[in-house]
């Protein structure tokens, strides 16, 4: 029987298809309390290079600059793993990962990070509103209403639209609204210019520019939404609800 079932395990690692997988193997570096840093190019020191210090959940720290001889030294920090990302300009960067330890050593650890050319990261979420800000309003309007639509003209119930006032600077409480099952919208705003972020799962994120004004023809925005999935990670639930 145990012949059988080993002459069975032998044929299905054979027989089966192999799968190919991406995995990415990040080295972490084992590290002392306040390690020195070093930031090169081409092997020269690089000065005023930005260190930023990234938890290992994923949110930021703390920033420090390098000194003229490329140098920062690492504050105390709780021990765990930390991304250490030092850049000079979004297209020049490197990361660092480091497990700090829980107790001092006489001698810090010290390390050398050599900036490469890099693609720019994917703009953030505030970076993509700041630029809608900055462009040319799409639609001109009395009222903010209309419909969202999948690409075969389906209405989207329950689709989730934030709304940002332009130069409010608080991104973090939009104004907030879905359709009705019907796939309409609506929303009393005041005059002026706004972007509105419209979502829902299974489709890609849509980012408007609209501006309410008395003197405008009322216009409905039928807005489409592409299958695809959700791009942004819009702060929907810290505003305030309107239909």
């Known amino acids: 029987m145990k012949l059988r079932i080993a002459t069975f395990l032998a044929w299905l690692l054979t027989a ?59 504050p105390h920090l709780h021990s765990g793993i930390y991304r250490i990302a030092a850049s000079t300009s979004p297209t020049l960067r490197v990361d660092l990962y480091l497990q700090i330890a829980a107790v001092h050593q006489q001698k810090p650890s010290e390390f050398t990070m050599e900036l490469r050319v890099q693609p720019p990261p994917p703009p953030t979420f505030e970076g993509k509103l700041e630029a809608a800000e900055k462009a040319p309003i799409e639609v001109f309007t009395r009222a903010f209403s209309g419909t969202v639509r999948d690409p075969s003209g389906a209405f989207i119930s329950r689709a989730s639209i934030a709304v940002y006032r332009h130069r409010a600077g608080n991104t973090a409480h939009p104004l907030k609204t879905m359709t009705d099952h019907q796939g309409r ?7 002026g210019s706004y972007t509105a972020v419209i979502q829902s799962p299974g489709f890609e994120t849509r980012i408007l520019t609209f501006e309410i004004s008395s003197d405008a023809a ?12 959700i791009t942004e990670d819009v702060p929907i639930a810290e505003g305030n609800s309107s239909h």
């Open 16 to 74: 089966w298809p192999a799968v190919p997988r991406s995995v990415e193997v990040l080295e972490v570096h084992p590290s002392s309390q306040k390690p020195l840093i070093t930031v090169l190019k081409d092997g020269a020191p690089q000065q005023s290079a930005t260190l930023t210090v990234f938890a290992n959940n994923g949110k930021q720290r703390l920033t420090l600059t390098t000194d003229s001889r490329g140098m920062a030294k690492l």
């Open 185 to 191: 919208f609506y929303s009393d705003l005041a005059g």
């Open 218 to 229: 009322q216009k409905e925005l039928n807005v489409k939404l592409d299958v695809g999935a």
